[in-house]
Structures are given as structure tokens and as C-alpha cells.
């Protein structure tokens, strides 16, 4: 094993590595660790800026999780409560007793359910080459039919901040699997992970990484700033670099190797803001959530936080209302205005408002197109050719915190057997 590690970035792809290898360095530009994974504190009411939902298929985060202790923290959520807004009305899809929908989409719906458990009961071990290679909306035209697909579509956009029709279908069936059955919240656990992965590791926050050099064919040296000063760090060819940055961020600092900067900048992202509503009151009533097909409407998802799941009344409890607004590029507040408006229209928002913060996430989520598992493939063969380096992240499996701590640990587990 090399002598000494260092993590580049801190979210949970990095602190995965760090916790199974010892001896490393974590280098962050923020001030906390996580990524994007940030909860906050705040007046007694936790806002969750980034990731606060998983999967049972995400099997590397439920070990963790069971490994460092946190399993009682993670709660099952009924999504029958989730609603879709169809412009007009709004739509449970979730449960078939209460499936608001005509007979003809209430069939499709159910044939869906039926061939997504068939399909997804091996999917993430073997998973069949063509789920890889079409569209999620081809392989849902073809299974099931294009009309409902205008109702589908809004649950991939509100989960993968990206159009249903430019996601792969392993992908899209993933993020139905999540919605139809299910789904954990894990409010507040993400970030206690994160600081237990973190243990004993030595750690650099609010420090930047400018520039990764590599020479000859390994990584010689990385510059870095802090409060205003630089510093080189120089790499020996016994010392080990992992980035677990995400994939433009790394483009943009990697000298000397254009052949792989050249497949990072493939990658390209979703970005997201994250408007965290304080309200008087809940506002959403005895639903959970909404997510909407219409892109006039501008946000992709409404839901309420610190939610109690027992059905007891809490009526009396100050609310906090997330909008997730999806974009290509930055949105401005002329945008998130029009979003507040039209929820307005269709939740007493409004008299209810107290205040609001909002967080962009310009590299919110990795697209996941055919071309993803491609240029994975190329970035691993160029990453091999470089003797003291290693990538990790959520762009390099099927993006989700799954993948980050999946990347992570299959790093850890390579370097613990050269
Ligand atoms: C709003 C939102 C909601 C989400 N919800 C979910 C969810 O419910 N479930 C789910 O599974 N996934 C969700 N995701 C996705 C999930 O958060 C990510 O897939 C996962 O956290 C990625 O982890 P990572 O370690 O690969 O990357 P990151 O968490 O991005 O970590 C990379 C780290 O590198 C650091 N870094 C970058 N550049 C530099 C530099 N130049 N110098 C130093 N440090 C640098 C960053 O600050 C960061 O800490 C969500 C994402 C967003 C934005």
C-alpha cells in the first residue's frame, strides 16, 4: 500500500475511501465535509440542502449505514402521499386503492408495477445490455405504452434534475423502483455519516485544489490555496491521489493528461436549486409531496420536511417547504418569483410565508444517458494509465449516493490488495 493518501474533496465518495484506508489527507474548498450532502441547523428546524432520500436497492449505503450504527435514524416513506400535478388536478400514482386515474391509465399503471418488479429483481447485479443503451422513454413506449408517459416523466425529472427522454432506462426504472416502493428519508443521517466516516483522518476544509499535475505518466504534484495563500504539494510515485471530485471540477484543475480531461468534460450534469421555504404552518396538508409535469410550473418537486409519518396531527408545527427547481444553466430570482407565485396558486403558500433561503447546486446530478456508462469505461482505462491516481464519485456508477460510497470503497478495496 502506498505511504501516504490524499483525498481530493470531501463529499462522501472521498470519506468512504478515507474511512477504509488509513494514513490520508482530505482536501476541501468548503467548510464542512459532505458535498452534497449538507443538512443545517437552523432555529430548531433542519433544512437539507442536498441529498435526504435512498433507495433499498442501495445496497453499499444500507451496509454502511448498518456498519456505523445509523439504522435507526433511516425511516420509511409512505409515497402514496406523494401527489403528481398534471396541470389540472392532482394524481396519486402510488397506490393502486387510491390510483386517481381513468381505467385505461389505471391499467398501464398496474402493468408498469408488474413488469418493474419483474425487471428490477436482478437488474442492479446483471443488468440486461439493452436497459443500458435506450432511453427510458423508448423502453417505456415499448413496455408499456406512451400515454402515460407524461405522468412518469415528472418523477424522473424531480429525482434526476433531467428529462426522462435523455435518461437511460436503467436508470429511470431505478428512479421508479424508488418512488413505487421504495424509499427511505434519512433527514439529518447523511451528514452525522459523514462526520463518523470522517474519524481520525486528517482533514483540510475551506482550502482549494487549483491545479492536479501529472508527469510522466504520474501524478507529480498538487497546488492549492487557503485564505489567500498557495502551496505546492509535492506527490511522490509512492504516495496515492483520489480525486472524488465531481467529473468539471476535476476537468478543470488536471494538467498533462488532455485524454482524460477530454472524457471528464462528457459528463455532463444537472443543476438544481434548492429553495427552503420557511412557512407558518404546513401547507401542503395530508400530502407528503407533489411533483409536476408541467415545466411552466418551473419547479420539479414541492415537499414538506421534518415530517412525521404516524398520521398524528401536527397542525401547530412552524413548516418548511422545499422547492426543487431544475436547470441547465443558473436560474435567477425572477425564476424562483414565478415558481413562489404559481405555488401559490395552489398551496396557501403566501399567507404562510415567513421566509426564504435558496442553494444552487450547479453539478446537482450526473445525467444518466447511455453515453454515461461509455465514457465511464474510457475514463477508467485513462485513470489506469496513471501510476498514483484514482477517481471516485457518483459519475462513475449509476448516480446516487449509492454510487459515491460504491466508488469509494472499490478504490479502498484495490489499493488494500496491491
Ligand atoms: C439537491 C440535491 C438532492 C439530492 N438528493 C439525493 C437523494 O435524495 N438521494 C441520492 O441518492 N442522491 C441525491 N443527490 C445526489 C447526491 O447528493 C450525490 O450523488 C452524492 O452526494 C455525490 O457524492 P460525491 O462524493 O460523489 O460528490 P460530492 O458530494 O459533490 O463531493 C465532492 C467534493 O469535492 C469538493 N470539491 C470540488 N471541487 C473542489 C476543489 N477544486 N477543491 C477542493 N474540493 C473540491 C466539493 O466541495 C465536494 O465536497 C442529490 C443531489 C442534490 C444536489
Not at 161 to 188: M, P, T
Not at 304 to 329: H, V
Request: hydrophobic residues 35%; proline residues 3%; aromatic residues 8%.
Amino acid at each position: 500500500m502506498p505511504n501516504k493518501k490524499y483525498v481530493l474533496g470531501g463529499g462522501l465518495a472521498g470519506l468512504t475511501f478515507a474511512h477504509y484506508c488509513k494514513d490520508c489527507e482530505i482536501i476541501e474548498k468548503n467548510d464542512y465535509l459532505g458535498g452534497r450532502v449538507c443538512s443545517v441547523m437552523k432555529e430548531g428546524t433542519m433544512i437539507e440542502w442536498g441529498a435526504q432520500f435512498f433507495s433499498e436497492l442501495d445496497k453499499y449505503l444500507l451496509d454502511l449505514i448498518k456498519e456505523v450504527g445509523l439504522s435507526e435514524q433511516v425511516k420509511k416513506i409512505p409515497m402514496k402521499n406523494f401527489e403528481i400535478f398534471d396541470g389540472n388536478r392532482f394524481i396519486c400514482l402510488a397506490n393502486e386503492d387510491t390510483l386517481d386515474l381513468d381505467k385505461k391509465s389505471k391499467a398501464e399503471i398496474l402493468k408498469l408495477h408488474q413488469s418493474l418488479s419483474s425487471i428490477s429483481a436482478d437488474i442492479f447485479d446483471h443488468p440486461p445490455k439493452d436497459l443500458k443503451d435506450i432511453s427510458f422513454s423508448k423502453w417505456y413506449g415499448k413496455k408499456i405504452g406512451n400515454r402515460t408517459l407524461p405522468l412518469i416523466n415528472p418523477i424522473i425529472r424531480a429525482i434526476s434534475f433531467n428529462d426522462a427522454s435523455k435518461q437511460s432506462a436503467i436508470y429511470g426504472i431505478a428512479v421508479l423502483e424508488i418512488f413505487f416502493n421504495k424509499c427511505f428519508d434519512f433527514a439529518g443521517g447523511f451528514t452525522t455519516l459523514a462526520n463518523l466516516l470522517k474519524g481520525q483522518t486528517s482533514i483540510r476544509t475551506n482550502t482549494n485544489i487549483e491545479e492536479i499535475r501529472v508527469t510522466k505518466g504520474q501524478v507529480s504534484s498538487i497546488k492549492i490555496s487557503h485564505d489567500k495563500k498557495k502551496e505546492i504539494i509535492k506527490i511522490k510515485p509512492t504516495e496515492l491521489v483520489v480525486s472524488s471530485m465531481p467529473a468539471p471540477e476535476l476537468a478543470k484543475v488536471l494538467k498533462g493528461s488532455p485524454e482524460l480531461v477530454k472524457k471528464l468534460k462528457k459528463i455532463k450534469y444537472g443543476g438544481c436549486a434548492h429553495v427552503a421555504v420557511k412557512t407558518k404552518k404546513r401547507v401542503l396538508g395530508k400530502k407528503l409531496g407533489v411533483l409536476f409535469t408541467d415545466k411552466k410550473l418551473i419547479a420539479s418537486a414541492v415537499f414538506e420536511n421534518n415530517l412525521k409519518f404516524d398520521g398524528e396531527d401536527s397542525k401547530l408545527e412552524k413548516g418548511l417547504l422545499s422547492i426543487l427547481i431544475p436547470y441547465k444553466k443558473r436560474i435567477d430570482q425572477k425564476n424562483i418569483d414565478t415558481a413562489f407565485k404559481k405555488m401559490s396558486k395552489l398551496f396557501p403558500l403566501k399567507e404562510n410565508y415567513i421566509s426564504h433561503e435558496t442553494r444552487y447546486w450547479d453539478h446537482g446530478l450526473p445525467m444518466c444517458s447511455k453515453e454515461l456508462f461509455k465514457t465511464q469505461e474510457k475514463i477508467k482505462r485513462n485513470v489506469s494509465k496513471i501510476k498514483n491516481f484514482g477517481i471516485c464519485g457518483d459519475f462513475m456508477a449509476l448516480p446516487s449516493i449509492d454510487a459515491a460510497i460504491e466508488t469509494g470503497r472499490e478504490i479502498a478495496a484495490r489499493q488494500s490488495k496491491n
